[in-house]
Each structure stands twice: as structure tokens, then as C-alpha cells.
């Protein structure tokens, strides 16, 4: 009992984060709920609640101040080359605790049948679990976006898709978009690498439909996918010009998207 009222807490915790207007706080807050959910996790480590919230939190604390933070510091090589390396090491840690809590429902769903046939192993798969699925997409995509080559791992990427497909065929509209917004960056891979930039501007314009255009990410993956200079700045000047401190919902990470917008657009802005 006192257990699931602590994970109830701490679950609470990440949304109470994300409402927050001060990023520098949250990251300092941050790491020691974090670590209390792995301690209470070393404890309970089959508890569903504790692995979700291990699951989002780490991926949303290694993209808000390891992976934004190596683009802002790209001017460092040493520096943007050891945040890139943290990122990437909390992406997989957040990864598997993903993989623990669908294999808690769904023992099938094992690394290795996600990468020889992913759609089987998914089928399984319910819409109350979509949470499950896009954050294991999440972190796992981010961090083959880390890699050195990501060519090297390019294998995984019908990993990843499979995992965002199933999660739209179950609930599209879930937490105002964030599954197209996380699908642009796959859809927007070159057509030899599965990609289709018709399919990744379709992903973006029902991201800003089903967030009301109140999503900075969106902009933001959109413009990192997109090859003209003129609609690229177009698109960060946008992310730049919604009042993210106003919004409730994802205030920190859309504060957050737009400390990568402003590097994306150089040192003027």
C-alpha cells in the first residue's frame, strides 16, 4: 500500500514538472526523483506505475537538459560530445524500463521480436497501453539519433516505426498529438530509408491540428527535417512565436523546445 502510494506520487511529480515555468529548477529537481523511482523499483521492480514513470521520466530528463543542451554547447566539441554520451545512455535506461512494463503484459514483446517482426509482436498490444508504446519509441529513437553513425543502426528504425504505427492505429489523438509529433522525424528520413516528405508535412499538420497549434516540438521536428533553409526558419520563427509560459499542459517542454529553436537558428537569435 504505502508502495503504490509513493509511485501514485511520484507519477504525479512528472506531471507537476511539466507544468513548470523554470526549466533550471526542474533540472535540478529532477534527478533525485529519478532515482528515488529506481530505488523504489529495486525494491518492486515489476511495479507497472514505477516502470512508466522511470520509462517517461528518463527520456524526458535526458532530451530536456543532455540532448538540447549538447546542441546548445555544439560550439564545445569536448563538452556536446560528453552530454551526446549521457543522453544517450539515460535514452537506453529509459528504454528498458519501457521493455519491462509492456513484457509485464505482453511477455512476447521481447527486444528480439520487436526486431525481426515488430507488427506480430505488437498486435497484442491494447490502447490503454499506447503510453508503453510511445515512450519506448521515444527513447529509442532518440538515442539512435545520438549515435555516431546512425546509419549503423538504421535496422532498428523499422523498430521504432512499428512501435508509432501501432500506437496511431490504437489512439491517434492521444496527449494532443505528440504520436505524429514524434513520427515526423521517421517520416522525414530520406525515401531509400522508408521516409516520404509528403508524409511527414501529413504528420505535422495533424500534430498542430490536434495540439491547436500550441506545440513548439512540432515546429521544431519539422524544421529539422526539412531541407529549405527559408521554410526551415520559417518554421523555428513560429515555434519561437508561441507564449509557451502561458500554456499549462507541456509548459516545460515546449519552454524547452524553444532553448533548441533559438540554437537551431544561430547565434543572432
Not at 503484459?105 to 498486435?123: E, G, M
Request: net charge neutral; with cysteine.
Amino acid at each position: 500500500m504505502a508502495l503504490n502510494r509513493m509511485a501514485a506520487a511520484l507519477s504525479d511529480a512528472t506531471v507537476v514538472y511539466e507544468a513548470d515555468n523554470d526549466p533550471e529548477f526542474v533540472r535540478l529537481a529532477a534527478p533525485s526523483t529519478l532515482k528515488t523511482v529506481e530505488m523504489l523499483l529495486s525494491q518492486s521492480p515489476r511495479h507497472p506505475r514505477l516502470l512508466l514513470t522511470a520509462c517517461s521520466g528518463f527520456t524526458e530528463y535526458s532530451y530536456g537538459f543532455l540532448h538540447v543542451e549538447s546542441v546548445l554547447r555544439a560550439n564545445d566539441a569536448a563538452v556536446a560530445s560528453e552530454l551526446r554520451g549521457r543522453a544517450s545512455r539515460m535514452y537506453q535506461r529509459a528504454r528498458g524500463y519501457c521493455l519491462a512494463g509492456l513484457q509485464l503484459r505482453h511477455p512476447t514483446v521481447t527486444l528480439a521480436a520487436l526486431s525481426t517482426d515488430p507488427a506480430a509482436a505488437l498486435r497484442p498490444v491494447t490502447a490503454d497501453e499506447v503510453p508503453w508504446l510511445y515512450w519506448t519509441a521515444a527513447s529509442w529513437g532518440a538515442d539512435i539519433a545520438l549515435a555516431a553513425n546512425p546509419l549503423t543502426r538504421i535496422a532498428e528504425v523499422a523498430s521504432v516505426r512499428a512501435l508509432l504505427r501501432r500506437a496511431k492505429e490504437l489512439n491517434d489523438a492521444w496527449d494532443g498529438g505528440a504520436i505524429y509529433e514524434a513520427m515526423i522525424a521517421f517520416d522525414g528520413l530520406p525515401p531509400l530509408l522508408g521516409g516520404s516528405p509528403a508524409a511527414a508535412r501529413a504528420d505535422f499538420e495533424k500534430a498542430i491540428e490536434l495540439s491547436k497549434g500550441k506545440s513548439v516540438f512540432a515546429y521544431v521536428a519539422m524544421a529539422l527535417v526539412t531541407p529549405d533553409p527559408v521554410e526551415k526558419r520559417k518554421l523555428l520563427d513560429q515555434a519561437l512565436a508561441i507564449d509557451a509560459a502561458s500554456i499549462t499542459s507541456h509548459r516545460l517542454t515546449n519552454l524547452i523546445a524553444q532553448r533548441y529553436a533559438r540554437a537551431l537558428t544561430g547565434p543572432a537569435r
